[in-house]
């Protein structure tokens, strides 16, 4: 009897070996693929960064920085030879991205460089000259009065007058062009009795008062009487000034030099102050002109002229180049 039960039970044991083995071998011998592993979360390392102290000031608080780690993926494929080897993967490192932090609001930047200014010292100064012109020749104002009961009367009569005064002056050197009628006066006034005795007017008679202003220039005294006296003998009643004046030629040639010495009096003042500030004038930047028309020498002598200039210098330091 028990050599009857070995061969059943050795069949048995071979039948369940079949059937539970063949699965597995078919599984170990088939290639395997290793499924791409899952992407790794960014994780977040703190770092702390220390902000520079500057010499005399309290130490700044520490900051704190997030810095993002960039996930990597990695792809893994495993191969099963025929022969059962199981030939590992070639993976290539993976390096991490470089990530750039921004600044900050309020985080502290290096201040940069002050540098000098770009424009040129400047020094400004005012030089003024007057210079006195010698006359050369006189102009002379005299009026021409006449007296008549109406307005019409005393104007002819004045008009009158005046060509005998012309007529006398140019036989003296003055020529008639160079004569100028400078204004006129029309007033009214009482009648005047015999002997210049001022009466009252009977029945308010009145005459006109008609007075015409004469100018013209002379030479030199000996023809500034002989037209004195032609002006009188022919009916100029009053002289009303004899001025001395300068010529136009003779003013141009003193404007002329005012204007030259004005400038350099300027220039004189602005080298003095520069010497004394340790600087050297080093070119003219702006000259400007100033009115001295108006001045109380211009208003006071009409024979001087005036000139005043505003003069603007680049100034360097002394020895510079």
């Known amino acids: 009897m028990r050599r009857s039960w070995l061969p059943v039970l050795a069949t048995l044991f071979l039948l369940i070996l079949m059937w539970a083995g063949v699965p597995l071998l078919n599984r170990w011998l088939s290639p395997v693929t290793a499924a791409p592993l899952r992407q790794a979360t960014p994780t977040f390392r703190p770092t702390r960064t220390p902000m520079p102290t500057p010499t005399g000031e309290l130490s700044p608080t520490p900051t704190l920085t997030l810095t993002a780690t960039p996930p990597a993926v990695i792809t ?13 993967p070639v993976t290539a490192p993976v390096s991490p991205s470089p990530t750039t932090t921004p600044a900050r609001p309020g985080e502290r930047i290096t201040p940069l ?14 030089g003024s000259a007057t210079l006195s012109v ?3 020749f006189f102009e002379v104002e005299i009026a021409v009065e006449t007296a008549a009961p109406t307005p019409v009367d005393a104007f002819e009569e004045n008009l009158a007058t005046a060509e005998d005064v012309l007529r006398a002056l140019a036989r003296a050197g ?43 220039p002379v030479e030199n005294e000996e023809r500034l009487s002989e037209a004195l006296a032609a002006a009188t003998g022919a009916g100029a009643e009053r002289i009303l000034a ?15 030099q005012v204007r030259r010495l004005a400038l350099e009096r300027a220039y004189a003042k602005a080298r003095e ?17 100033l009115d001295v028309s108006r001045s109380e020498a211009a208003s006071r002598n009409p024979n001087e002229v005036s000139a005043a200039f505003e003069v603007t210098f680049a100034v360097r330091s002394a020895g510079e180049r």
């Open 76 to 88: 893994a494929t495993v191969t099963v030879s025929p022969t059962g080897t199981v030939v590992p």
């Open 134 to 136: 010698a006359p050369d």
């Open 273 to 289: 102050i520069a010497e004394l500030a340790g600087l050297e004038i080093a070119g003219v930047v702006a000259v400007r002109e």
């Open 113 to 126: 460089p002050v540098l000098p200014p770009t424009d040129e010292r400047r020094l400004t100064t005012i």
């Open 242 to 256: 004899v001025e001395l004046h300068a010529s136009r030629a003779r003013r141009e040639r003193a404007e002329r």
């Open 174 to 216: 003055v020529e008639p062009t160079e004569v100028r009628r400078v204004g006129f006066e029309v007033f009214t006034r009482p009648a005047e009795g015999r002997q210049g005795i001022r009466q009252p007017p009977p029945q308010g008679r009145t005459v006109t008062i008609v007075v015409q202003r004469l100018r013209f």
